[in-house]
């Protein structure tokens, strides 16, 4: 299973057509004061997978590491491939996932890394800044 798509952003859903709908993707996160926490984000990842995977239950997890790549958070969640799906053909399923009240003690570039099954898959970097610096 691969991850083709990886984003933060202000919201994000899927219509009833299947379509990935995102509002407000960024790379910086503005604060005033540090410690800082950020009330609410969406993480959207959209993961390819072929034949081989058919019905197999996947591990996701979402960790944080901050600057100094000291660890802060971890999310987890489990992805269940459907049994059957056409030889040849891949299987793409998207992932939007809320992640709220996210703490950041000083600014800096964190880090949110995905990975499937422990392989790390794809990382995002983005901006904690000090507003006015």
């Known amino acids: 299973m691969e991850v083709t798509l ?3 952003a202000d919201a994000a859903n899927i ?3 299947g379509k990935l709908n995102i509002l407000g993707a ?7 004061t540090f410690p800082a926490t950020h009330p609410e984000l969406q993480l959207v990842v959209r993961f390819e ?3 081989s995977e058919k019905g197999l239950e996947k591990t996701v997890k979402i960790v944080l590491l901050d600057p100094n790549g000291k660890f802060v958070r971890e ?4 992805l269940k491939l459907p049994p059957v799906w056409e030889s040849g ?6 992932l939007v996932k809320s992640i709220k009240r996210m703490e950041f003690d000083h600014p800096g570039t964190y880090e949110l890394t995905i990975l499937v099954d ?3 898959k ?3 970097q983005f901006q904690v800044v000090k507003q006015g610096a």
């Not at 960024?26 to 005033?32: C, G, K, R, S, V």
């Not at 999310?75 to 489990?78: D, K, L, N, T, Y």
Request: aromatic share 10%; charged share 20%; net charge negative.
């Open 118 to 120: 422990d392989d790390q």
């Open 89 to 94: 053909q891949k299987f793409g399923a998207i």
């Open 75 to 78: 999310e987890g969640i489990s």
């Open 49 to 51: 997978a072929d034949a």
């Open 6 to 8: 990886a984003l933060l």
């Open 26 to 32: 960024f790379n910086q996160i503005f604060a005033q």
């Open 15 to 17: 219509s009833q057509q």
């Open 122 to 124: 794809k990382k995002i």
